[in-house]
């Protein structure tokens, strides 16, 4: 709780400053989704679009920014055109939040919406009179099917398609963070993912953790069109100058100086309550370092 007060202290430090609702990005997205104790402990997120025209330009250097967002999808994307009607790929962005078994994510993008209800009725599904396809009971797992053969055993047990979006969940609660209105209670509000999907700035992949107990991380890496790109790690801290000559100190020791070489540590002007690492990349660098240290569990080092 205190380091959500910080974040709050330093939003309403910019109380005067009039604030539009974000439309794109990854603050476009969050504001998309609503904001609950299950669906904010893990945000996934991927600008698939740009991630797309990167893996044109070079396809080893950014490959690994690719199924952010649609992670549990990616590994399956040949076979759901087939399957299912759509190629998560193709997609805008893509949001996934909460961690199994409470979960819930939405793909942006064209959808042909006539041959994957099509699809969904094939494999079995009941469509409701609000448009949600059920295809299992919640949370039950598809243990036979061309889903199961696919290796899509959950996931798919609630499903909604529009002609911009799919979304879909193993339960229906969890669809409803994605698929009713959340208005104030957004995942864009919330003062902690909302500030430190702020901190991030515009990115092509990202991940916020904000787990039950430990440090809440966010990482990200920024990208443009021509190639460049500069990989974001945010964390909140009730004393960011203290934190902050702590990373610094980080930064200049191993594995740290190898991992993130020419990276700095500051905080962002108008957010009192972070404290931000900024990592530039090589022209022929692998790209999405604090992504890959993030989930092998390792980035909380950093600030310790």
């Known amino acids: 709780m205190a380091l959500v007060a910080v974040l709050l202290a330093g939003c309403a430090a910019e109380a ?45 250097r950014f490959g690994p920014l ?32 909460g961690q199994p078994p409470t979960w819930a994510a939405v793909l942006r993008m064209d959808v042909d919406v006539a041959a994957v209800d099509a ?14 396809w059920t295809t299992a009971g919640d949370g039950e797992p598809k243990s036979d099917g061309p889903l199961a053969r696919a290796g899509i055993v959950t996931g798919f047990q609630q499903v909604r398609v529009e002609a911009g979006a799919v979304t879909h969940s193993p339960t229906g609660e969890a669809l409803k963070w994605i698929t009713e209105p959340s208005g104030d209670g957004s995942l864009a509000a919330d003062p902690m993912i909302g500030e430190l999907a702020r901190c991030l700035g515009e990115v092509s992949a990202a991940l916020i953790s904000k787990p039950k107990s430990g440090l809440p991380v966010a990482a990200g890496v920024r990208t443009t069109p021509a190639g460049e790109a500069t990989e ?19 930064l200049e020791a191993a594995p740290w100086s190898a991992t993130l070489p020419g990276a700095t540590a500051d905080q962002p002007a108008d957010q009192t309550g972070v404290v931000r690492v900024l990592a530039p990349t090589a022209p022929d660098a692998r790209i999405g370092r604090v992504l890959g240290s993030l989930q092998r569990g390792e980035l909380t080092t950093l600030f310790s």
């Open 16 to 60: 005067d400053v009039p604030q539009s609702p974000p439309a794109t990005g990854l603050l476009g997205a969050l504001a998309g989704a609503r904001a609950t104790d299950e669906s904010s402990v893990l945000v996934e997120y991927g600008d698939v679009a740009a991630v797309r025209a990167l893996l044109v330009k070079d396809a080893g």
């Open 66 to 97: 690719q199924g952010y967002g649609y992670s549990d999808l990616f590994g399956r994307s040949r076979v759901l055109p087939d399957l299912l009607g759509f190629d998560p790929t193709l997609a805008t962005t893509a949001l996934r939040v």
């Open 119 to 132: 699809k969904l009725a094939a494999l079995g599904g009941r469509r409701a009179d609000s448009g949600t």
């Open 232 to 250: 974001v790690v945010c964390v909140p801290d009730e004393n960011p100058n203290a934190l902050m000559d702590r990373v610094r100190t980080n």
